[in-house]
């Protein structure tokens, strides 16, 4: 019995990473076989191999901080700012929320690089108009599921609390946010998702250092493997991401699926064997804090190396030997 689903398990497991293995194997013959131009479309392992060079060259570890940093620092903004706004405009002021969400629906919808010159005259040329860009894209779907989420808490909860004599700060506070939490977290997923690729965009535009960087001043430099080395990474990150934090939230909210598929009479469905606790938000939230004091360390640095720069002079790239024609 355990042979057998073992087999199935190892069967399912091909079935659904054999399309992404084909499209690897397409990937290195076509350019081999000359079906493409392999100038434009190097194999599979060249890519590999020029990651490689990334690795053994250190340069890529700055890059990926960078733009880590980034990413997480906007995030956060549009968390400190969405998950407050959404409860009052959801709870406190229903109606105000009901008067301003035609316009927050239409504000929702520009493009971030319209606003870019904005950002730049506001903020000026450096992080803050690129944590802006972040924070306005990610802040949308923090502030639309937080509104939602916290309009459809549990009644009987709320009455039970209600009940009990508490007050409506401690009704927000300990009933209404705990409840809308799942909602607001997948609000945060798809936040967090959309935070990157428009970080790597922005940073394609104005930047000296991080992902969208590397793949730009690849691309200005026509060092093509390079090119596909650096989105071979932005795609592989965003689907980390994204896998990650669905598992984060499974594992947070697992009792919403039990409540839903457990049967009247049959046994509970099992539950993750592994759950965040104290100890792993402590740690998680350590972690954050060193990124984000690690990251801001490289931010300087690169800011400040490319603040040295007189007129005419050729950058670095921040380690990324492009200038010498090396390309290695």
Request: glycine residues 4%; hydrophobic residues 60%; aromatic residues 16%.
């Given at each position: 019995m355990g042979a057998s689903a073992s087999i199935k398990k190892?069967?399912?497991l091909l079935l659904r990473w054999s399309g992404v293995v084909l499209f690897l194997l397409a990937w290195e013959l076509a350019p081999r076989l000359e079906w493409v131009d392999p100038y434009f479309l190097?194999?599979?392992?060249?890519?590999?191999?020029?990651?490689?060079?990334?690795?053994?060259?250190?340069?890529?570890?700055?890059h990926i901080l960078v733009s880590l940093w980034r990413a997480l620092a906007g995030l956060l903004i549009a968390v400190a700012a969405g998950i407050p706004a959404g409860l009052l405009l959801g709870r406190v002021y229903p109606r105000?929320?009901?008067?301003?969400s035609p316009l927050l629906k239409v504000l929702s919808q520009v493009n971030p690089f319209s606003l870019l010159?904005?950002?730049?005259?506001?903020?000026g040329i450096g992080e803050a108009a690129k944590l802006a860009v972040v924070a306005w894209v990610s802040v949308w779907p923090v502030l639309f599921y937080t509104m939602t989420g916290s309009r459809n808490v549990d009644t009987v909860q709320e009455k039970t609390a209600a009940s009990m004599g508490i007050g409506p700060w401690a009704l927000l506070v300990k009933v209404i946010l705990p409840g809308a939490l799942p909602t607001i977290f997948v609000g945060v997923r798809i936040a967090a998702?959309?935070?990157?690729?428009?970080?790597?965009?922005?940073e394609m535009l104005g930047a000296s250092a991080g992902l969208g960087y590397l793949v730009h001043n690849a691309a200005m430099n026509y060092q093509?493997?390079?090119?596909?080395?650096?989105?071979?990474?932005?795609?592989?990150f965003g689907f980390l991401l994204n896998r990650g934090l669905?598992?984060?939230?499974?594992?947070?909210?697992c009792w919403q699926e039990t409540e839903a598929v457990a049967p009247a009479d049959g046994p509970?469905?099992?539950r993750p064997s592994w759950r965040p606790g104290r100890f792993s938000a402590c740690a998680a939230a350590a972690a954050t804090v060193v990124l984000l004091v690690l990251g801001g360390i490289e931010v300087g640095k690169v800011n400040r190396e490319a603040a040295s720069l007189t007129p005419g002079d050729h950058s670095r790239h921040f380690g990324t030997p492009v200038d010498s024609g090396s390309g290695s």
């Open positions: 190892l069967r399912h190097p194999p599979f392992s060249t890519v590999v191999a020029e990651i490689d060079r990334l690795f053994t060259g250190a340069w890529l570890s700055v105000v929320a009901n008067a301003v010159p904005v950002f730049v005259l506001f903020f998702t959309v935070t990157f690729y428009i970080l790597v965009a922005a093509i493997p390079r090119i596909y080395a650096g989105a071979t990474f932005i795609v592989v669905i598992a984060l939230g499974d594992r947070l909210f509970a469905p099992s």
